[in-house]
């Protein structure tokens, strides 16, 4: 940042630094041993799909790494009301570090090919026995997590006590977004 930005007011927005997703496999241990919310065993990449062929093939390149591994999950893709597009990964519920993997090439393929700009978030939803949910949601603009639960019931109510208890437990082990204005909604996600 130079001297005039900073006159002017002007900062740098913080880069992405999506290493942090392979910090989530930790947290799901404390979630688990702390508030008995476990993995779902379902993640999800969201991002504005761009027009054209470059990105068709972008994205066709990231479903086949996906698709061709040697212990490939399930793969789909979904729109939601908003235009958004979720690239949904599915895994058994125990491969936490597995599905972290693969959100993190989804990113990094889309992010190496010119598309990172058209990234918004990452998602690793958990559950409890009695049927609460909760998303760690990862900014990518932000480079931060925050926590999203929307409450049981399919109204679009949120789980308040439940977010800041998430935020609590796993504020020493992920990098946390402090401004809550920025926790956005997220409703109809993939896995919540």
């Keep these: 940042m130079g001297f005039l930005d900073s006159i002017l007011g002007r900062s740098k927005p913080k880069q992405a630094n999506l290493d942090a997703l392979f910090l989530v496999p930790s947290a799901a241990i404390t979630l688990q041993t702390t508030m008995g919310l476990t993995p779902t065993g379902d993640g999800s990449v969201c991002y504005r799909a761009a027009a054209g062929a470059g990105f068709s ?5 990231v479903l086949e790494l996906l698709r061709d ?7 789909e893709v979904s ?5 958004f597009t979720w690239l949904q990964v599915h895994r058994d519920a125990t491969d936490t570090s597995g599905l972290c993997t693969d959100l993190h090439a989804v990113n990094t393929g889309l992010e190496a090919e010119g598309f990172g700009p058209a990234l918004l978030c990452s998602l690793v939803p958990f ?5 609460r949910r909760v998303g760690l949601v990862y900014l990518y603009k932000q480079g931060t997590f925050y926590p999203f639960a929307p409450q049981p019931g399919g109204a679009q109510q949120r789980d308040n006590l439940l977010e800041i208890q998430v935020r609590d437990a796993l504020a020493a082990e992920l990098p946390v977004e402090r401004e809550m204005s920025r926790w956005l909604a997220i409703w109809g996600a993939p896995g919540l």
């Design 127 to 131: 559950t409890d026995p009695s049927g």
């Design 57 to 61: 093939q972008t994205q066709g390149d």
């Design 69 to 75: 591994a040697a212990d490939a999950p399930e793969v």
């Design 79 to 83: 729109s939601d009301s908003f235009g």
